[in-house]
């Protein structure tokens, strides 16, 4: 039909792309992100160092890449193990870096992120995009527990 645009499925890095004969770099322009782009993270080791990642927030979880052609995914981080996401003060004034600290409720399974920003308006943006993404992962937890809750009190099964 003339004039019908046909919609543009959205999948994210981890879905399985069999079958597809796409480029990389077409795949990488149908994939939404949040947010993306380079951070430095560290090690998470006690005198640990940063290194250069490329970050992409997809809703409730984070993609840590080697770099932006979104080939070696390095880990994928669920927001919903993390309560917070602030600023992490330091002495050195350049130094633009934030923290994820982890849930209680995770207990040594999981550790909190250090990253580190270019710039004082990059980090603060990057803490406001994580907060919303933790947000997002506790009210999606919410919303299952609370359709279970209906299902039980109706009667009514999935």
């Known amino acids: 039909v003339e004039g019908h645009v046909k919609p543009i499925c959205r999948f994210p890095p981890s879905f399985p792309k069999q079958g597809v004969k796409e480029e990389p770099a077409k795949l990488k322009e149908v994939t939404s992100a949040a947010k993306a782009g380079w951070l430095k993270k560290s090690s998470g080791k006690f005198l640990s160092s940063y290194k250069d990642r490329y970050i992409q927030l997809e809703r409730t979880v984070i993609a840590v890449y080697e770099n932006e052609e979104l080939t070696t995914c390095l880990e994928k981080l669920d927001l919903g193990n993390y309560d917070i996401c602030h600023e992490l003060k330091s002495p050195f004034k350049k130094k633009h870096r934030l923290v994820l600290i982890r849930s209680p409720k995770c207990g040594n399974k999981v550790q909190d992120v250090k ?22 992962a506790k009210n999606t937890i919410f919303d299952e527990v609370l359709v279970e809750i209906m299902f039980l009190y109706t009667g009514l099964s999935c």
């Open 115 to 136: 990253l580190q920003a270019q710039t004082p308006e990059e980090k603060e943006a990057w803490i406001k995009a994580l907060s919303e993404g933790i947000n997002k």
